[in-house]
Nanobody, 120 residues
Framework: QVQFVESGGGLVQPGGSLRLSCVAS????????TGWYRQAPGKQRELVAAISSGISTKYADSVKGRFTISRDDAKNTMYLQMNSLKPEDTAVYYC??????????????WGQGTQVTVSS
């Protein structure tokens, strides 16, 4: 059973940047769609960004142009570069893989997530 460890969250002012990292406990990203989700208080978990084989990407409309997803398959690591952060980006961010064609995770297995708080 794979485990995910997310890191890189924190408190940042509006307009600031953060880079999140996700490490999988075993080699599994190659040839799979992987992605980041987030869950804000009182809201459902939502897809933030997904990446397939390091080339094809998908972003939630709310983060397009501000967030960039990438990954290093050799390191079993996925990243989320977040720029121009807004208070509405405040949430716990999770990674997951594999992700199905409808962008739901294939397995309901989640790490502890990493908290991102955007506030002045």
């Amino acid at each position: 059973q794979v485990q995910f460890v997310e890191s890189g969250g924190g408190l940042v002012q509006p307009g600031g940047s953060l880079r999140l990292s996700c490490v999988a406990s075993r080699s599994m990203f190659t040839n799979l769609r992987t992605g980041w989700y987030r869950q804000a208080p009182g809201k459902q978990r939502e897809l933030v960004a997904a990446i397939s084989s390091g080339i094809s990407t998908k972003y939630a409309d709310s983060v397009k142009g501000r967030f960039t997803i990438s990954r290093d398959d050799a390191k079993n690591t996925m990243y989320l570069q977040m720029n121009s952060l807004k208070p509405e980006d405040t949430a716990v961010y999770y990674c997951n893989a594999p992700i199905l064609s409808d962008y739901r995770p294939a397995y309901d297995l989640w790490g502890q997530g990493t908290q991102v708080t955007v506030s002045s």
